[in-house]
């Protein structure tokens, strides 16, 4: 095998895989569901194998490892070396938190690689926070985790059909996640410079540069009643939690272009100056295009000696322009050229649903990946490692529903219905990005693979963002229902999520963040008091939080109780607590002037926690005034200025006794600034005038809590806090701590 073709970890001797590169080629999502289960143990060893060898072989694309391998090929991204470790990190990290793997290969290494960013200009990708590890590291590292993975796949017990508590369904995590990050890759070694790269044979690009471009047109498309979504975790193949749950549309009849945009068509916008007109621009496009005085698409080279004055960057290379392949574009690029051509034909023109795009699929009767016998399109790397011709692969009445370029929709990212739930080894897979956003992409490109392929996988991305991706338009007589997500329901409920979002990184910094004006971090002096009055106690079994927020109060009980759980009613704060425990770490950002932030981290040894804390605790969402039935048999319970948010917080006092055992303290902090729009007026403890008399909360709370069988065991203190909204505006405030034994 020549240097070209060399990979780290690729051993015949030690692993059922072929030595030719060209059987790593082509694969299909493995069937869960029924046969024999060493079959179904023997394909998805040899899934993995491929998956893993597959992802090494591309970056021979870069013609200098040692030297490339850590250079960011874009400012929003981290370098190719991150990428390289972070898919053999993520099965490690993965099954060690399934109990799979008993041990780690490299913490350090690990800590590093744990998690990507998401492409906002705010990420912290600040390089002083990295020691990047050398390719030679990383070559050893991906061997030992390869051996790892394939020992559980050959020793760990399998039956079928597999579902998402087997460990092999953390190995196909793995290798579905590895599968994604292949084509992401190769997006980022399309966008390094192109003396850093070179043409390798087996990723072969068309050789259709040359034909001309088919005229566009737009075909009428029945509508009519569509299902998305699946049973919660069918395991006929992998499935991502978003893929799960029920959306029921009612598309209407529609005409959609025949082809994908190609670059032809796009030039026409461009020559009718497109990107320098704001009118066809939404204000976040127009914002994109001024401030990072974008001129042309992400992969066309300027070039004055061409007669257009471009030519056109693969995967490796830089070639005359293919007219006839599709344009790739951004989101904000697609609908600037949509909004141009409706005013350009009189038309409704905007870009497709999700549910348009499954119209298409259904009318076109296309089988899905586990059934083909042949891709349909330029897809599964079974043709080229580029874009090809529009007008190559016929679909139906149309070309190219599935293939030859991502195609940006209307629809923004979200469940499919209230029914979401994530898996509980990757809680932030989807949800974090369910913040509208993010806009759905369907059909693939030539480098989609694995789950990526299936008709019902779901995957988006920030507007801005670039993939293999390109669009088609649909004509229609419905131009606003493309801006409602997927889950309408769920948005309902969910009230402004970057609201949400700017909350719980201040929530991050109240939690994990640095000390402001003099003033010792909140949540651990709470803890302070909690262990201190378990010491004098003796108590050191079980502990809850009630209101856990992003946890930090939770970690620290552990230094005193052998299990301690958190709960919130809050998803978000639960993913941040959870991060915490299963990454060892966390990362978020702070407002310090207007549009400005800065990133900041937080880690288990930068807390002076212990690495096995995390086996003696567990999160969870749950309804502070409904809890959990099997949450009994506390030894403390703590609810840190939870009180004064809840709607009915004597029912919450009344209640909470079941759940501690006799002798065991109940420990609360309050503000006591009742709102009415937390807690109804008549639910108040205290805080109000009744006839001329002033009501205080605590000796109310003192009354109702003696009723309920408690004493106080201490006196109140008072505990200061600062909560930071930005860099230079802080809430000082003042709770008060009281101590509570259940007699």
């Not at 529009?390 to 599935?402: A, E, N, S």
Request: hydrophobic residues 35%.
């Amino acid at each position: 095998m020549t240097d070209l073709y060399r990979t780290a970890s690729t051993d015949k001797a030690l692993y059922p895989i072929s030595e030719n590169p060209e059987d790593w080629r082509i694969t299909k999502t493995t069937k869960l569901t029924s046969g024999d289960p060493e079959k179904v143990r023997a394909e998805i060893r040899d899934y993995f194998h491929k998956t893993y060898s597959l992802h090494e072989l591309l970056y021979n694309v870069l013609k200098d490892k040692d030297t490339h391998m850590p250079v960011k090929a874009i400012n929003l991204r981290h370098p190719l070396i991150f990428y390289y470790n972070h898919t053999a990190a993520f099965y490690l990290n993965k099954l060690y938190l399934g109990k799979w793997a008993k041990e780690r290969i490299d913490p350090q290494l690990e800590f590093m690689v744990a998690v990507g960013v998401d492409e906002m200009s705010w990420d912290d990708c600040n390089e002083a926070h990295y020691d990047w590890p050398s390719f030679e590291r990383s070559e050893q590292f991906r061997r030992q985790v390869r051996k790892v993975v394939d020992d559980i796949i050959v020793n760990e017990p399998l039956t079928v059909p597999v579902t998402w508590d087997s460990p092999f369904w953390a190995v196909l995590m793995g290798i579905e996640h590895e599968r994604i990050h292949i084509e992401t890759s190769s997006v980022l070694l399309r966008q390094h410079k192109i003396e850093r790269v070179q043409p390798h044979p087996y990723f072969k690009i068309c050789p259709d540069v040359n034909t001309p471009a088919p005229k566009n047109e737009l075909v009428a498309c029945k509508g009519g009643e569509i299902k998305l979504g699946k049973e919660h975790w069918s395991p006929d193949t992998y499935g991502w939690d978003n893929e799960y749950g029920t959306n029921v549309v009612n598309v209407k009849d529609f005409k959609c272009s025949k082809y994908l945009v190609s670059n032809e068509e796009f030039f026409e916008f461009m020559q009718d100056k497109g990107y320098e007109t704001q009118k066809w621009w939404t204000p976040q496009g127009w914002k994109w295009v001024t401030q990072m005085k974008i001129t042309h698409p992400e992969f066309w080279v300027p070039d004055s000696s061409k007669e257009r004055g471009y030519r056109y960057r693969t995967l490796s290379e830089e070639i005359d322009m293919p007219w006839s392949w599709p344009v790739n574009t951004n989101y904000l690029e697609g609908k600037a050229f949509a909004n141009w051509k409706a005013e350009k034909t009189g038309k409704c023109i905007r870009l497709p649903t999700e549910a348009e795009w499954y119209t298409l699929v259904r009318n076109a009767g296309l089988k899905d990946q586990p059934d083909w016998e042949k891709a349909p399109g330029n897809i599964n790397m079974e043709y080229y490692s580029s874009g090809c011709p529009v007008d190559k692969f016929p679909q139906g009445d149309l070309y190219d529903i599935v293939g030859n370029g991502w195609q940006w929709t209307e629809t923004h990212f979200d469940s499919h219905d209230e029914t979401f739930r994530f898996h509980p080894l990757y809680h932030d897979f989807s949800s974090p990005t369910f913040d509208t956003c993010h806009n759905i992409i369907k059909g693939g490109t030539w480098c989609t693979t694995g789950n990526e392929a299936i008709h019902s996988s779901r995957y988006a991305f920030r507007r801005h963002f670039f993939q293999h991706a390109g669009f088609r338009y649909v004509e229609t007589s419905e131009p606003d229902e493309p801006y409602q997500t997927a889950n309408k329901l769920v948005n309902q409920t969910n009230g402004n999520r970057w609201e949400m979002e700017k909350t719980a990184m201040q929530h991050m910094e109240f939690h994990y963040g640095r000390e402001y004006l003099g003033v010792s971090n909140f949540p651990k002096k709470c803890a302070d008091v909690c262990i201190e009055m378990a010491k004098e106690l003796k108590l050191t079994k079980k502990a809850l939080e009630v209101g856990c927020a992003a946890g930090r109060t939770t970690f620290e009980l552990t230094r005193q109780f052998e299990s301690v759980v958190g709960v919130d009613s809050s998803s978000r704060m639960v993913w941040s607590a959870m991060d915490m425990q299963q990454l060892e770490r966390v990362l978020w950002t702070i407002a310090t002037e207007a549009e400005l932030c800065e990133g900041r981290q937080a880690t288990l040894e930068s807390l002076g926690l212990s690495e096995d804390c995390f086996v003696r605790l567990a999160f969870r969402k749950n309804d502070c005034m409904n809890l959990d039935s099997d949450l009994t048999g506390y030894e403390l319970i703590f609810a840190g200025n939870v009180l004064e948010h809840l709607s009915k917080p004597r029912t919450f006092l009344s209640t909470i006794k079941d759940r501690l055992v006799t002798g065991g303290l109940l420990i609360l902090t309050s503000t006591y600034q009742w709102d009415e729009q937390d807690t109804p007026k008549e639910e108040w403890l205290g805080g109000y005038v009744d006839q001329i008399t002033n009501v205080y909360t605590y000796p109310q709370l003192k009354k109702e809590l003696e009723e309920q069988g408690f004493k106080e065991y201490k006196k109140p203190r008072d505990l200061e806090y600062i909560y930071m909204l930005s860099q230079r505006k802080f809430i000082h405030g003042v709770a008060e701590l009281s101590v509570w034994q259940k007699a």
